[in-house]
């Protein structure tokens, strides 16, 4: 049985840092492609970052470049993300999702799996 757990979420003032972790079992997490969707109150999940089975290829979300940085260690089965400078439009639940395909997709329905989501809340 596939799980995707997120952990690391909360409330954290604007400026701050918060890093998200996602513990992954039940799939060979190596030959799989990790991203993070994230979906605010009233609005539809969006993809806000994602890496390839290699580590070769990253994708972000123009809005969060520079601020949002993915990563993840094979040998544990973890992908992070590393979320620096955040603003009030971070706050969000955020999901960790998995794709055999190897390589990141922006669109939801490509992931094969998904966590149960974590809060966070980014005050002003």
């Known amino acids: 049985q596939v799980q995707l757990v997120e952990s690391g979420g909360g409330l954290v003032q604007a400026g701050g840092s918060l890093r998200l972790s996602c513990a992954a079992s039940g799939l060979t997490f190596s030959r799989y492609a990790m991203a993070w969707f994230r979906q605010a109150p009233g609005k539809e999940r969006e993809f806000v970052a994602g890496i390839s089975w290699k580590f070769v290829t990253q994708y972000y979300q123009d809005s969060v470049k520079g601020r949002f940085t993915i990563s993840r260690d094979n040998a544990k089965n973890m992908v992070y993300l590393q979320m620096t400078s955040l603003k009030p439009e971070d706050t969000a639940v955020y999901y960790c999702?998995?794709?055999?395909?190897?390589?990141?997709?922006?669109?939801?329905?490509?992931?094969?799996?998904w966590g149960q989501g974590t809060q966070v809340t980014v005050s002003s």
């Open positions: 999702a998995a794709d055999r395909s190897g390589t990141p997709q922006l669109l939801l329905y490509s992931y094969d799996y």
